[in-house]
């Protein structure tokens, strides 16, 4: 069992910024946040996660989780298909932190520390069996089933985004990435010009939750979650789009389901940082 009065450091690696926490009992006591050089080489990225763990290095810290969004060996430490890190692809992540900071080390995906905060906070502690979804600059999902993270193979389970929709995949359309490749914005660019009724802005939005509530209903088939809770920076947006998703949603053909899930968003962006903080063992 995992003893959660150690202070730890919680890593979340994103497309566009890399957090870090110092968590004790799920608080975050101290927090910092810089750029991903995501153009950059993989000495470079692995630099920046150093340079953030400098910063936040303290005595009596018990080990450093990390979330990373793609696939991982969870044994060995060893990052697999980043889609939007390509640099990190095939890195020991695992040996070269340890190797810098004599500490234990773990990493998993992101999607999944995302899930696993959750069920370690308030907002998804009464469930059982739910679905984290991360909207992002890509789309990450992570399951827990019967209290526990279900990683399946390499953390393969939960790629929701890499599923064929249209002429690409899901993540091509419920992520930063349909805002930019649609409309050549950002979705927080969008979000700004909805928030002061851009009728056009608005309309994205409406076409990015019905996208999104496909994506929902297939997750639902799949697994039947008591709960899907949103993360990610365009959950921040939800006002924007809870409407048109649960148009999308409302036609799922077995009622009782639907009528007995809850989907809503976290307001706190430090769950991942929390649940990356929680791979730490004793």
């Not at 957090?19 to 101290?30: E, H, P, Q, R």
């Not at 193979?153 to 990435?177: D, H, K, M, T, W």
């Not at 309309?203 to 979650?225: S, Y």
């Amino acid at each position: 069992m995992e003893n959660n009065h150690k202070i730890k450091i919680g890593i979340d690696i994103g497309g566009t910024k890399i957090s870090a926490g110092v968590v004790k009992d799920g608080n975050i006591l101290a927090k910092e946040t810089i750029p991903t050089p995501i153009t950059e080489k993989q000495e470079v990225i692995i630099e920046s996660i150093h340079s953030i763990i400098k910063k936040l290095n303290r005595k009596g810290l018990a080990g450093i989780g990390i979330g990373v969004p793609g696939l991982v060996n969870t044994k060995a430490g060893v990052v697999y298909d980043i889609q939007n890190i390509p640099a990190m692809s095939g890195v020991a992540l695992k040996k070269i932190i340890e190797g810098q900071w004599n500490l234990p080390v773990y990493i998993n995906n992101d999607a999944n520390c995302f899930a696993l905060g959750a069920i370690n906070s308030g907002y998804g502690k009464k469930f059982r069996n739910l679905i984290g979804l991360t909207l992002g600059t890509g789309l990450g999902g992570g399951i827990v089933i019967n209290g526990k993270l279900h990683q399946g193979v390499g953390c393969g389970a939960g790629e929701f985004g890499s599923l064929p929709y249209r002429e690409g995949i899901l993540e091509n359309y419920c992520s930063g990435q349909f805002f930019q490749n649609h409309y050549r914005i950002s979705g927080e660019k969008a979000a700004a010009l909805a928030m002061e009724g851009n009728k056009k802005a608005r309309q994205m939005f409406q076409r990015f939750g019905h996208h999104l509530g496909k994506t929902i209903k297939i997750a639902i088939h799949i697994l039947a979650p008591e709960a899907v809770i949103l993360g990610g920076s365009l959950s921040r947006s939800f006002q924007l789009f809870e409407q048109s998703m649960w148009e999308e949603i409302h036609d799922f053909p077995y009622g009782h389901v639907i009528n007995n899930i809850e989907i809503f968003p976290v307001r706190s962006q430090d769950i991942a940082l929390v649940g990356a903080a929680s791979l730490v063992e004793n």
